[in-house]
């Protein structure tokens, strides 16, 4: 089993509706947890910490589940802006950051 | 200041030309970070620096030098370089190694011809 595993997409999802993304991890010892953006050409932009009680930034829903080890990443009401690659990240062992490779997303207008 | 910068943002060396990508960043971090990233690809991680000490080298080749000369700072030596090393170079700094969001800079897009 990968160590971080993404549904790479694309995700074709229409303006305004609601998309969601999990990421797996096999290190049953992580304890940190972050999505991260990606647009073309650019860095990966901090977008979200997880905890372990779930975080919610406006329109942006993390969540964190142990027993099933995944993260999941939820985008209500989607604009054209959200389009992107959104890349899991979790501390793997001897705390080296360990990124997924990614899920595009299209907003479609 | 929640930047990391990097320079140069663009770099095309020969195979035989010697060149130094540069990292700086004024978080007070004490977690920097060297990564690799082809297209359409994730970052990989090269090197790891804590507390100005390298933790962590990803069995990187010897062409590619890491240098911390302060905490601040976060230099990768390039001397004979290949064409498959043409990548985004990407920079990123943590308050420290462990559970941290790490800040990237805007990265060096190299190209070796």
């Known amino acids: 089993r990968k160590e971080v595993e993404q549904d790479p997409g694309p995700f074709n999802v229409p303006e305004g509706a609601t998309v969601a993304f999990n990421c797996t991890y096999s290190?049953?010892?992580?304890?940190?947890f972050f999505w991260y953006r990606q647009d073309c050409r650019k860095e990966p932009k901090l977008l979200m910490s997880?905890?372990?009680s779930g975080n919610e930034d406006g329109r942006f829903t993390a969540q964190l589940n142990r027993a099933s080890q995944y993260i999941s990443l939820l985008i209500r009401d989607s604009k054209l802006s959200d389009s992107a690659t959104y890349l899991c990240?979790?501390?793997?062992?001897?705390?080296?950051?360990?990124f997924g490779k990614g899920t595009r997303l299209h907003i479609l207008p | 200041d929640t930047e990391v910068t990097q320079t140069p943002k663009h770099l095309v060396m020969g195979m035989t030309n010697k060149k130094s990508l540069k990292c700086e960043q004024h978080?007070?971090?004490?977690?920097m970070y060297w990564y690799k990233q082809k297209a359409k690809k994730p970052p990989e991680l090269m090197f790891v620096?804590?507390?100005?000490?390298?933790?962590i080298n990803e069995s990187v080749p010897s062409r590619f030098s890491p240098e911390c000369p302060n905490s601040s700072l976060l230099n990768l030596h390039l001397h004979a370089l290949q064409p498959e090393d043409s990548a985004l170079y990407l920079c990123?700094?943590?308050?420290?190694?462990?559970?941290?969001?790490?800040?990237f800079g805007q990265g060096t897009r190299l190209t070796v011809v």
């Open positions: 997880v905890y372990s």
């Open positions: 620096y804590s507390y100005e000490k390298l933790s």
């Open positions: 290190n049953s010892a992580s304890q940190s």
């Open positions: 990240v979790v501390n793997g062992e001897a705390d080296k950051i360990i």
């Open positions: 990123a700094s943590s308050q420290s190694i462990g559970p941290a969001e790490a800040f």
């Open positions: 978080m007070g971090h004490r977690a």
